[in-house]
């Protein structure tokens, strides 16, 4: 079984400061992950993923994560943020077996831009 | 446009009262779950549908039921709520041909039981 873990439930930063949020997962196979942002009141949005190739990957508004198989994290990166990233971002992991799409969510990280 | 969207949006009810959350996607997709969100849960998967009538239990299902009739439809059904069931539930797409087919997912319904 797979599972994910956001070591930060809320990460205040000033506007054009950069930012990390982490994650981490655990798995006995070898999986795809995906950044989800959701903004305040609405659905969530696929940021980016990875599935196979570059281990830096780069989504949309300038986001980019890399995957790091040693220490199985794929933690979520902007070099300048804005008022508009302030939302919920949540990390997930697929399994890249099986005949099933069964994927876990972190528990999700805030991120609160300061003007 | 392609997109998933849930009904209702928002919903107040009571302790024992069945209830449907439909919930419709346009893009042809074989495959659709349904989430609840929790905080500091994040996203818990409650039945995922691989296709027409194949319907399987997430991490999170009792409590619920759902059905696949049809391609485009996939109710969440609670045919007794209780207040634990309080939460923000999201419906979710994708094409079902290999696994990192990104999920689409709908507004949301939020749901109090009193």
């Known amino acids: 079984a797979q599972s994910v873990t956001q070591l930060d439930s809320q990460v205040p930063v000033f506007e054009e400061a950069p930012v990390e949020l982490r994650c981490n997962y655990s798995?006995?196979?070898?999986?795809?992950l995906f950044w989800y942002v959701q903004y305040p009141n609405q659905g969530l949005q696929l940021l980016l993923k990875?599935?196979?190739?570059?281990?830096l990957v780069k989504g949309i508004n300038g986001f980019e994560a890399e995957f790091n198989k040693s220490q199985t994290s794929f933690h979520l990166r902007k070099p300048s943020v804005h008022i508009s990233d302030t939302a919920e971002y949540f990390c997930?992991?697929?399994?890249?077996?099986?005949?099933?799409?069964?994927?876990?969510f972190g528990t999700g990280t805030k991120l609160q831009v300061i003007p | 446009e392609a997109q998933v969207t849930q009904n209702p949006r928002y919903l107040i009810t009571v302790t024992g009262k069945k209830l449907t959350v439909t919930c419709s996607q346009n893009?042809?997709?074989?495959?659709m779950s349904w989430y609840r969100q929790d905080p500091g849960l994040g996203l818990r998967q409650i039945y995922y549908s691989m296709n027409v009538e194949v319907t399987d239990k997430g991490d999170v299902p009792e409590g619920y039921k759902v059905s696949r009739k049809e391609k485009r439809n996939f109710p969440l059904i609670l045919e007794s709520p209780s207040p634990n069931q309080t939460s923000l539930y999201f419906c979710a797409s994708s094409l079902f041909r290999n696994q990192q087919e990104t999920q689409y997912f709908g507004p949301g319904t939020r749901l109090l039981v009193l």
């Open positions: 990875y599935l196979s190739g570059s281990t």
């Open positions: 997930a992991v697929s399994l890249n077996s099986g005949g099933y799409q069964k994927v876990t």
């Open positions: 893009m042809n997709h074989e495959y």
């Open positions: 798995s006995s196979v070898s999986v795809y």
